[in-house]
């Protein structure tokens, strides 16, 4: 998971309960309490996948269309997550090492990482932004 991840997730789902209304980038960020530049960047993403729309020029803006309400967070998840490039190593040992432990463990917690994705993915294929809603609807009724 990552910011740009739970952006995603937030402002499709604020339009989707919005899904009459129409708001320009300003606007959003601030009922969203996000970073502008953050949130223009996610919301770039989310335009190109016609998971939203935007209207461009004066008085235009962001709204939700007819699949915003069906996006599954699996593909968020993808989309935001797994197709950003880490430039970070993630693995230690050398695969040139005498030591065992240091010649094997970066493939062992690379299986094992391949595994934690899978069930990642098998959970939010099960998840749309309408359920997130939902979710958060039925919070706010407990309240």
């Known amino acids: 998971m990552n910011l740009e991840f739970n952006i995603a997730i937030h402002v499709l789902t604020f339009l989707t309960k919005h899904k009459d209304e129409k708001f320009n980038s300003k606007e959003l960020a601030e009922l969203t309490c996000l970073n502008p530049v953050q949130l223009r960047r996610v919301v770039s993403v989310l335009s190109d996948q016609h998971y939203i729309t935007t209207v461009r020029g004066k008085g235009g803006g ?25 430039k970070h190593r993630i693995y230690t040992g050398d695969t040139s090492s005498h030591c065992d432990i240091s010649k094997h463990i970066a493939h062992t917690m690379s299986d094992y990482y391949d595994e934690e994705v ?26």
């Open 62 to 86: 962001y709204q939700s269309n007819q699949h915003t309400a069906s996006v599954n967070l699996a593909t968020l998840y993808q989309q935001f997550v797994l197709n950003k490039e880490s």
């Open 118 to 143: 899978q069930l990642i993915l098998n959970f939010y294929r099960n998840k749309t932004i309408q359920d997130v809603l939902n979710d958060i609807l039925q919070e706010v009724n407990k309240s």
